[in-house]
C-alpha cells in the first residue's frame, strides 16, 4: 500500500522568512513523489516531482524538495517566502504497480506580512 | 485554453436530486482520474479510466455513483438520489500516461447539497 503523512495542518510564517513543510511516505517499492498547491476554489497546480536521479529537486515559485529514501521523507522548502505562496500544499506518492496518485491531507501555508 | 475543463464549477442541489459533473480532459491524455475532495482533507481518489475502459473503482464510490467515458475523450461523473455527505469538490485530472507523469487537473467542481 501507499500513503502520505503530512504532520503540519497548518503553518504560520512572516514573509520573507524560510518555511519547510514536511511529507513522510510510505511504500514498499520505488516511489514517485509530487507537491501541488492549491488556492482557494481552485484544482491543484504540480509545483515540483520527482521521479529518478538528484534527490534536491527544483519547482516553479522558488520551490524545492528534497528526496531522502533512508528517512522515507519528501520536505518542501523555500528560503524566503511571498504572501502570494498562501495557499494549501499537498504531498502526493505514486508506487510502481499502482495506477494512481495517493495525496496527503494538505498544509495549510499562510504567511503573514 | 487547452486544460482540463470541468462543468459546472458550482452546483447547489437538494437531496435526493441526481446530479451529473462533465470533464473535458487534456485532448491527447489517454487517461482520466476522478477524485472527491472534502474540508480538511485531501484529494481521495475516486475511479480512473485508460482511454474507455474505466479499470479501477474506489470503495469509496457507492452505488449511487457512476463514471462513464464513452469515446474515450470526455467524462461523466453522476450521482444519485444524493446526501448530504456528497458535498465535495470533485476533481478531475487527465495524464498521458501511468507511473511518473504529472498529473492535470481541472479547477473541480463544487456540490452543496442542502
Known amino acids: 500500500a501507499q500513503s502520505v503523512t503530512q504532520l503540519d495542518s497548518q503553518v504560520p510564517v512572516f514573509e520573507e522568512a524560510p518555511v519547510e513543510l514536511r511529507c513522510n511516505y510510505s511504500?514498499?517499492?520505488?516511489?514517485?513523489l509530487f507537491w501541488y498547491v492549491q488556492y482557494p476554489n481552485q484544482g491543484l497546480q504540480l509545483l515540483l516531482k520527482y521521479l529518478s536521479g538528484s534527490t534536491l529537486v527544483k519547482g516553479i515559485n522558488g520551490f524545492e524538495a528534497e528526496f531522502n529514501k533512508s528517512q522515507t521523507s519528501f520536505h518542501l522548502r523555500k528560503p524566503s517566502v511571498h504572501i502570494s505562496d498562501t495557499a494549501e500544499y499537498f504531498c502526493a506518492v505514486l508506487s510502481g504497480g499502482y495506477q494512481k496518485v495517493t495525496f496527503g491531507i494538505g498544509t495549510k501555508l499562510q504567511v503573514i506580512p | 485554453d487547452t486544460g482540463v475543463s470541468q462543468d459546472p464549477r458550482h452546483k447547489i442541489t437538494k437531496r435526493g436530486q441526481n446530479v451529473t459533473f462533465r470533464c473535458d480532459p487534456i485532448?491527447?491524455?489517454?487517461?482520466l482520474y476522478w477524485y472527491r475532495q472534502t474540508l480538511g482533507q485531501g484529494p481521495e481518489f475516486l475511479t480512473y479510466f485508460q482511454n474507455e475502459a474505466q479499470l479501477e473503482k474506489s470503495r469509496l464510490l457507492s452505488d449511487r455513483f457512476s463514471a462513464e467515458r464513452p469515446k474515450g475523450s470526455f467524462s461523466t461523473l453522476e450521482i444519485q438520489r444524493t446526501e448530504q455527505g456528497d458535498s465535495a469538490m470533485y476533481l478531475c485530472?487527465?495524464?498521458?500516461?501511468?507511473?511518473?507523469?504529472?498529473?492535470?487537473f481541472g479547477q473541480g467542481t463544487r456540490l452543496t447539497v442542502v
Open positions: 511504500s514498499s517499492v520505488s516511489v514517485y
Open positions: 485532448s491527447e491524455h489517454n487517461r
Open positions: 485530472a487527465s495524464t498521458s500516461r501511468g507511473g511518473g507523469t504529472e498529473a492535470f
